[in-house]
């Protein structure tokens, strides 16, 4: 167990529908990344944040969006889904984020767009 | 950008034997390689990882040993088991960057 919790497990939604992800991070870390894993592109960094302020950003559509709040639980948003957004989505966090301090995973959210 | 290629992309090996993994980067200012396994329906596990400044790691069965000079680094299982059985990914991080970048990922399958 790597005390990042992602919540829910599963997710099935609509094309056009909005979804929001949840993530607490490991007791005493600042910082959280979200990764998105699809079959075809692997594992992709979306966004970072530390101690709620946005910090690195990926390959994040403009569709998509999150925040850091002040427990440090982190929600990442997903709007006019598409087809093309069924994927893994998981939640990583560090202790700090500007060294290279190692990454611990979530179990991930796996969305599914009908 | 930074690009981690990773090879091979299956590995089946007997119980008992040895496995490697190899990946390669592109950007020499990359200076953190870690090492995650993926079982189904769980999240990247890491399980090593090295920094620029050290040539090896070991911890029991896994190893990991990094050519700075030739931009690769691998990893070594040794003593392989069932349950080493997963998708294994390498990654790679430049001092500056605040995100991983990750190889396309190695499905490792030990035969009992």
């Known amino acids: 167990d790597s005390g990042v919790t992602q919540t829910p497990k599963h997710l099935i939604t609509a094309t056009g529908q909005r979804v929001t992800l949840r993530c607490s991070p490991r007791s005493g870390d600042l910082s959280v990344y979200w990764y998105q894993q699809s079959l075809d592109q692997g594992l992709q960094f979306l966004i970072q944040?530390?101690?709620?302020?946005?910090?690195a950003k990926g390959n994040i559509l403009e569709r998509f969006s999150a925040q850091q709040f002040p427990d440090l639980h982190s929600e990442l948003n997903l709007s006019s889904l598409e087809l093309g957004d069924s994927a893994l989505y998981f939640c990583?966090?560090?202790?700090?984020?500007?060294?290279?301090?190692?990454?611990?995973f979530g179990d991930g959210t796996r969305l599914s767009i009908l | 950008g930074e690009n981690v290629e990773q090879h091979p992309s299956t590995l089946s090996v007997q119980e008992g034997d040895s496995a490697v993994i190899k990946c390669t980067y592109s950007d020499s200012a990359s200076n953190y390689f870690p090492w995650y396994k993926q079982e189904l329906g769980k999240g990247p596990q890491l399980i090593i990882d090295i920094r620029s400044n050290v040539g090896e790691k070991k911890d029991q069965r896994i190893a990991v040993t990094l050519n700075k000079t030739a931009k690769h680094f691998s990893l070594h299982i040794t003593e392989t088991q069932p349950e080493d059985s997963a998708v294994y990914f390498c990654?790679?991080?430049?001092?500056?960057?605040?995100?991983?970048?990750f190889g396309s990922g190695t499905r490792l399958l030990v035969r009992p």
């Open positions: 990654a790679a991080k430049m001092d500056s960057s605040y995100k991983l970048i």
């Open positions: 990583a966090s560090s202790v700090i984020g500007d060294s290279n301090q190692p990454q611990h």
């Open positions: 944040y530390y101690n709620g302020e946005e910090r």
